[in-house]
């Protein structure tokens, strides 16, 4: 699903990526097989979805992925997202 960037919940995990983005697929179908609930902004088709993303990363690398903690991951491994994952699973 690709959100409108003023449309974001902040109570949910939000991933500023793209399709033609390896790390980006990877992130979206770990998320997807664990049935995360997330919005995605695809930054091909929101104007400004670079923009925000390079804000809350300082960088231009995606994916971006921020969790309602307010803590985010640029490029992540599986294994760095899994555990947040988790970790944010047991509070």
């Known amino acids: 699903m690709t959100t409108p960037a003023?449309?974001?919940n902040p109570a949910r995990i939000t991933m500023y990526g793209a399709e033609w983005c390896g790390?980006?697929?990877r992130s979206k179908?770990?998320?997807d097989r664990r049935g995360v609930d997330y919005e995605y902004v695809d930054l091909?088709?929101?104007a400004d979805g670079?923009?925000?993303a390079k804000a809350i990363s300082g960088r231009t690398n995606i994916p971006v992925v921020v969790f309602p903690d307010?803590?985010?991951f640029t490029e992540p491994s599986d294994a760095e997202l899994s555990a947040k994952l988790?970790?944010?699973a047991a509070a």
């Open 6 to 8: 003023t449309d974001l």
């Open 23 to 25: 790390d980006c697929r």
């Open 29 to 31: 179908a770990l998320l």
């Open 44 to 46: 091909a088709v929101v």
């Open 50 to 52: 670079a923009d925000r």
């Open 70 to 72: 307010g803590t985010h």
């Open 86 to 88: 988790d970790e944010a």
